[in-house]
């Protein structure tokens, strides 16, 4: 490993978590109150990496609502409410994350997670899930820096880390997550098993990945 710290940011749902199903709970609680069919888990899931917002409007839209920002935000501050209530029933890391990230720590990498999920319960999720002291740094949708495919938010974590983007991996598993590295000049790394609607093997990232076991062999060490 290169001298200069070397730094691997990830994003959260669908790359180290599986979230899927209490968002659609809480999606579906939510469009409940505007007497709106709910959706599946699959279906749900194509509504994420954009923010709370972002995944109540997709989903409206879909029930042929009109959203308005008068509308949108009261339903965004309940969504987020009912979140931090009870944000782990079914979300778990996904296979091989625990693992993987407590052998990259021990062996000295700077270790981060930029999100567009709202920064409190993305902090609270990863705590109960086991993942915070495997985390040195968090940067969420809403902690000031804007929103993936933007660099911004990456290139913040990246100096939480104390990290130069030419030494950063950041590990996704959409098409706003390719864009936000290339965006931030990281390379980017995307896995199969995550919410995309079509095949990450053809966004053209540096490597796509089947498991994140398989992530160790696919760090940039050096610029």
Do not use: W
Not at 123 to 144: N, T, W
């Amino acid at each position: 490993m290169t001298s200069e710290r070397v730094g691997i940011i990830f994003d959260l749902d669908g790359t180290l978590i599986h979230s899927a199903p209490d968002v659609t709970r809480i999606l579906n609680q939510v469009l409940e109150t505007q007497n709106l069919e709910g959706f599946s888990e699959q279906d749900a899931a194509h509504f994420m990496g954009d923010g709370i917002g972002a995944i109540i409007e997709k989903a409206m839209r879909a029930r042929g609502v009109d959203v308005t920002a008068s509308l949108l935000n009261p339903l965004r501050e309940m969504f987020l409410q009912i979140y931090m209530e009870n944000p782990v029933v079914d979300t778990a890391p996904f296979p091989m994350v625990v693992n993987v990230l407590s052998e990259l720590k021990q062996q000295g990498y700077a270790i981060g997670i930029c999100t567009n999920k709202a920064e409190r319960p993305a902090r609270l999720i990863v705590e109960r899930v086991g993942l915070k002291p495997l985390i040195q740094a968090l940067v969420g949708g809403d902690s000031g820096y804007g929103y993936k495919p933007k660099a911004d938010p990456l290139l913040a974590c990246a100096r939480l880390l104390g990290v130069q983007m030419k030494h950063v991996t950041y590990v996704g598993d959409l098409a706003v997550d390719l864009a936000a590295g290339r965006a931030a000049g990281a390379h980017v790394v995307l896995v199969r098993y995550g919410y995309s609607m079509t095949s990450v093997d053809d966004l053209g990232a540096d490597a796509v990945i089947g498991c994140l076991s398989e992530l160790p062999q696919r760090l940039r060490i050096a610029a």
